[in-house]
Structure formats: structure tokens, C-alpha cells
């Protein structure tokens, strides 16, 4: 199993540009999360989706727009980028146990985003 | 390449001696705490978990401690070892009212391992 996939790992964007960064995950998880790490500000929660077809704001969530049509992919959209967007973008995934009990999140290795 | 910040608390300790992470959390509807691992370049990795009604879990070499009086998370390292360098992250799991759980982490602590 690849677990999570993010692609693309590395982007320059100029300020205004718009992109969208992809997350795939093969082990069949319901929930998927979008996180963005900054210096000094460990991983903020951008938006999450507990489900396909649903999705919902994290923490930061302005500027950033996400779809989750397909259980195994979760999309987050940049509409024009800026440069305080500049960040290590990090997607994660996990399941839900039986009785509705959470379990660990499961990481792709990050995509690095430059807004210049 | 490097992937979280310059300006994180830092705990240096020797090979081969006990570390000790502290983690406060803010939220007393959280019911499930994580710690995670990053390494430089990958993304967070689980270690240990523990749930809100139990204060003390074990696993290989670590232990979590909850005190939920305080809101207080520990991470313990036994006889540490240079490949427990890392970035070490708390994170609390409440519900949320979008349905579900959602999962906010702390700020990070960076462990150095002396040789």
C-alpha cells in the first residue's frame, strides 16, 4: 500500500496564480485533513472532510478551497495564490473505529509551495 | 529539506537518557491524544496514543502521561537515542460540529540527541 500520496511535492506559484495541490490515500479511510506547516507554528488545520461529498473549515481555512468528490481523494484549491500562502502543505487520512472512535492520522510526505 | 520552524522549544539531552516532551492542550472537550514524530523532509508519524479515561499508556521505549486536571500531555523517551532526533507534536482529537472529530496539534518540540 502507498498510504498517502501528495502530489505535486514541490510548486513556485506568482502571487495571483491559482493551482491545485492533490491527496490520494488507498486504505479506504472516511476522513481526510489538510494541514499547512509554517516556522514556528506547527501544523494548522486548513479544512477536513468526514466523508465523500462533505467537507468543512479547519482553523485557517481563507483563501484555500477543498473537494472531496471521490472517498480516496481530497482536493485543496488555491484561486490566487499569495505570498503568506508560502508553506508546507501536509494531507493526512484516518478511520474511524467501531463505536465511533477516532485513531491516529496517517501523513503524506508534504508538498512545498512557494508564492512569490 | 527542512520542514518546520527555527523557532520551536528545544531539549537537548544525551544517548542513552530518558526525555521527557510536556504538551498543554486547550480543549476540555478532547477525548483522544496523539503524539506524533516528524523527521525532516516527511511528514508527522504516529508514536503513542491515549484516551481520555485512562492517565497513563506504554508502548516500546515510550509512555504517555494525561493529566486532565491541568490539561497536561507528557511524552516520555527511554534511554534515548540519536535516531529520536526529531520534531515531536501533540495533538488533542474532540469532536466536531461538522460531524465527526477533528484533530488540532501543538506548536512542536524539537529533540536533539547528543552522541
Known amino acids: 500500500n502507498a498510504g498517502v500520496t501528495q502530489t505535486p511535492k514541490f510548486r513556485v506559484l506568482k502571487t495571483g496564480q491559482s493551482m491545485t495541490l492533490l491527496c490520494a490515500q488507498d486504505m479506504n479511510h472516511e476522513y481526510m485533513y489538510w494541514y499547512r506547516q509554517d516556522p514556528g507554528m506547527g501544523l494548522r488545520l486548513i479544512h477536513y472532510s468526514v466523508g465523500e461529498g462533505t467537507t468543512a473549515k479547519g482553523e485557517v481555512p481563507d483563501g484555500y478551497n477543498v473537494s472531496r468528490l471521490k472517498k480516496q481523494n481530497f482536493l485543496l484549491g488555491l484561486e490566487s495564490a499569495a505570498p503568506s500562502q508560502t508553506s508546507v502543505y501536509f494531507c493526512a487520512s484516518s478511520y474511524i473505529h467501531s463505536g465511533r472512535k477516532e485513531s491516529p492520522l496517517h501523513f503524506g510526505n508534504g508538498t512545498r509551495l512557494t508564492v512569490t | 529539506g527542512e520542514s518546520v520552524g527555527l523557532h520551536l522549544p528545544t531539549l537537548s539531552v544525551q544517548e542513552g537518557d530518558n526525555s521527557i516532551i510536556n504538551c498543554a492542550y486547550s480543549?476540555?472537550?478532547?477525548?483522544?491524544f496523539i503524539w506524533y514524530k516528524q523527521e525532516s523532509g516527511k511528514g508527522p508519524q504516529f508514536i503513542i496514543d491515549i484516551r481520555s479515561n485512562m492517565d497513563k499508556r506504554q508502548g516500546q521505549r515510550v509512555t504517555v502521561l494525561l493529566n486532565k486536571t491541568v490539561k497536561h500531555l507528557s511524552l516520555q523517551i527511554a534511554a534515548t537515542q540519536p535516531g529520536d532526533s526529531a520534531v515531536y507534536f501533540c495533538?488533542?482529537?474532540?469532536?466536531?460540529?461538522?460531524?465527526?472529530?477533528?484533530?488540532?496539534f501543538g506548536a512542536g518540540t524539537r529533540l536533539f540527541v547528543k552522541a
Open positions: 480543549n476540555s472537550a478532547s477525548d483522544y
Open positions: 495533538a488533542e482529537t474532540a469532536p466536531s460540529m461538522a460531524g465527526g472529530f477533528k484533530t488540532i
